[in-house]
């Protein structure tokens, strides 16, 4: 995971009765992806802003039951979280609905209250997955402080759409033996401009991986663009265009450029793969 995690503080708001294991969950797992979580519950009425006023994004995780000594507190912090993304506009609001509780369709009135809210800062998820929601919040968030990260000497730097997360995360896991890769999540409905960021990011790695497997309308576009950016076949690394053979359409998908390869292999090979094609290159550099 990247390191810019580290610097992210999540405001993690109160929830109800019937949520409250799932709120522990899901701090523990925000803990483990590294970000600094501000516990809502922990907190004094004080530190309430205060904590707030310091953080990244705050998460407020709804249930089935919302009785009214619930929907006081969860008012209440949500309330603080419009204060402040309404002087913030990098400050994001994540609503966390888990699908088997929006199945029930108990409280809709509440839900849709809070939905009705929902601006571009705001982001409302159905994710069953703790960990899922997590990784979709981290490429939010990385993506919002795309402009703030510090570019480094990489060996690989591992691009994906965030429509890929989950699969990105088993290679990620797989690279770490390998080479531990520079990794930047896309996330699509943000306006937030990247492109400074990858062009050097590019211009400072040996590798420069793009997956996909459920972006295939994505993925030629962006590997076109970020090609042109980042100098093409000037660059002093190579790209790697890499795509599951589970990928639809993918027999109509081509890519061809300078420096460029595309592959497409089975999801449990793509790990192995990057490592080839990374060898390769890393066996060149030691020869020249």
């Known amino acids: 995971m990247s390191q810019q995690s580290k610097e992210i503080k999540i405001f993690l708001a109160q929830t109800s009765s019937d949520t409250n294991i799932l709120n522990q969950k899901l701090s523990t797992v925000l803990q483990k992806a590294g970000f600094k979580v501000a516990i ?26 919302v009785d009214q000594s619930s929907q006081a507190f969860l008012n209440q912090d949500f309330s603080l979280a419009q204060e402040k993304n309404s002087t913030d506009e990098n400050f994001t609001i994540f609503v966390w609905h888990p699908e088997t509780k929006s199945k029930k369709q108990v409280n809709s009135a509440f839900i849709n209250q809070i939905r009705n809210k929902i601006n571009q800062n705001m982001i409302f998820s159905n994710h069953e997955s703790a960990v899922m929601f997590v ?26 759409n965030s429509l890929d997360s989950y699969n990105a995360k088993e290679i990620i896991e797989m690279l770490q033996d390998v080479s531990p890769p520079e990794t930047l999540v896309i996330e699509p409905s943000s306006r937030t401009d990247y492109e400074k960021y990858i062009a050097k990011q590019v211009n400072n790695s040996m590798l420069t991986v793009v997956y996909f497997k459920y972006a295939n309308e994505w993925a030629i576009p962006f590997m076109q663009q970020i090609w042109k950016i980042s100098g093409g076949a000037s660059i002093p690394g190579q790209f790697l265009l890499i795509a599951s053979k589970n990928t639809a359409n993918i027999q109509n998908l081509e890519f061809e450029a300078p420096k460029t390869s595309f592959k497409i292999v089975d999801d449990e090979l793509i790990p192995l793969e990057i490592k080839v094609v990374f060898d390769k290159i890393s066996k060149h550099k030691h020869n020249d």
């Open 135 to 160: 990784e979709d919040l981290r490429g939010v968030i990385s993506v919002n402080k795309a402009a703030e990260y510090q570019v480094k000497k990489t060996e690989i730097f591992l691009i994906y």
């Open 40 to 65: 809502s519950e922990h907190l004094s009425q004080e530190e309430h802003t205060e904590e707030l006023m310091l953080s990244h994004c705050s998460v407020h995780v709804i249930g089935d039951f």
